[in-house]
């Protein structure tokens, strides 16, 4: 079961933090990943961690400005969302997968596991 929190409103330029909370009792092998739906649009990745090494991808329009990390200790990841732009306004999911490949990673269709929702809205 994933949990995600830190959502809101925030003016251009601005910054929020995401965070998902796992009750996996383990997330090695996993993959977590953050997507975002904009009204009317599809799913878009934004990015993902390998749990075990840490190791981030992000996708060209967050590139620079997102930052997703973990907190093994607390079953957590997060995604630090700086320099916002009302392009960012959406709904943010977190996911996770277990049976990932590098071809899934942006594929929000193979992630099994969905958190609800947060909502991030970016005022002009």
């Known amino acids: 079961q994933l949990q995600a929190s830190g959502g809101g409103l925030v003016q251009a330029g601005g910054s929020l933090r995401l965070s998902c909370a796992a009750s996996?009792?383990?997330?090695?092998?996993?993959?977590m990943g953050w997507f975002r739906q904009a009204p009317g649009k599809e799913r878009e990745f934004v990015a993902a961690i390998v749990w075990s090494t840490g190791r981030t991808y992000s996708s060209d329009s967050v590139k620079g400005r997102f930052t997703m990390s973990r907190d093994s200790a607390k079953n957590t990841v997060y995604l630090q969302m700086n320099a916002l732009k009302p392009e960012d306004t959406a709904v943010y999911y977190c996911?996770?997968?277990?049976?990932?490949?590098?071809?899934?990673?942006?594929?929000?269709?193979?992630?099994?596991?969905w958190g609800q929702g947060t909502l991030v809205t970016v005022s002009s």
């Open positions: 996911a996770s997968d277990d049976r990932w490949t590098m071809s899934t990673i942006e594929r929000h269709l193979a992630y099994h596991y």
């Open positions: 996996a009792r383990t997330l090695n092998g996993y993959l």
